[in-house]
């Protein structure tokens, strides 16, 4: 998880930068670990770092499913949904 706010804090300064916001270090990462915190409580995150385990490398998706960062299908949705 420390990774994903060094990741999203990298993202607000990028946008920072962009538009030109006034934000301390200390708002950089109160923001960063809010996003986070959102993101884990509402999805499975999983490092792409880590080895795939067995049999989950060659799964595709179907026709009407649509891929996840999991890859597992336990958060697909039909593409109609989108």
Known sequence: MTRLVRDVSAGIRVLQIRDGILLSESQILERARNIVMGLVGNYRI?????????????????????????????????????
């Open 46 to 82: 999983e490092t792409l770092d880590r080895p795939e385990r067995a049999g989950r490398a060659d799964r595709r998706p179907s026709s009407g499913e649509v891929a996840t960062a999991g890859g597992d299908g336990a958060d697909e949705l039909p593409a109609a949904a989108y």
